[in-house]
């Protein structure tokens, strides 16, 4: 039933910038917290960011605070990941949640794949 599809990545140079999306579906969007994960090659899962549906409060893992910004529109169901000054180390699969994921305690308790992410690489 819930239904996410997330698009925007691509190849950029360090210090460029993305923005990714994420469509959700098949749920009350505007009633749900959102997430973001990512996912580098050969490397486990690492919380992102989440926002929360209470009080639009969001979080932010301590490698891109200052650097990337969680956002939503509720008219569009629509999730969004704005990507400033990326380096190498961003590179990776991001995948969004329609739950709160809000530290990587979160991520490790339960997690499952809703999309099948978007690929972000940074290389010169």
């Known amino acids: 039933e819930v239904q996410l599809v997330e698009s925007g990545g691509g190849l950029v140079q360090p210090g460029g910038s993305l923005r990714l999306s994420c469509a959700a579906s098949?749920?009350?969007?505007?009633?749900?917290?959102m997430s973001w994960v990512r996912q580098a090659p050969g490397k486990g899962l690492e919380w992102v960011s989440c926002?929360?549906?209470?009080?639009?409060?969001?979080y932010y893992a301590g490698s891109v605070k200052g650097r990337f910004t969680i956002s939503r529109d509720n008219a569009k169901n629509t999730l969004y990941l704005q990507l400033n000054s990326l380096k190498t180390e961003d590179t990776a699969m991001y995948y969004c949640?329609?739950?709160?994921?809000?530290?990587?305690?979160?991520?490790?308790?339960?997690?499952?794949?809703w999309g099948q992410g978007t690929q972000v690489t940074v290389s010169s």
């Open positions: 098949g749920f009350t969007f505007s009633r749900s917290d």
């Open positions: 926002i929360l549906m209470h009080d639009s409060r969001t």
């Open positions: 949640a329609p739950k709160a994921y809000c530290s990587n305690y979160d991520v490790r308790r339960g997690w499952t794949y």
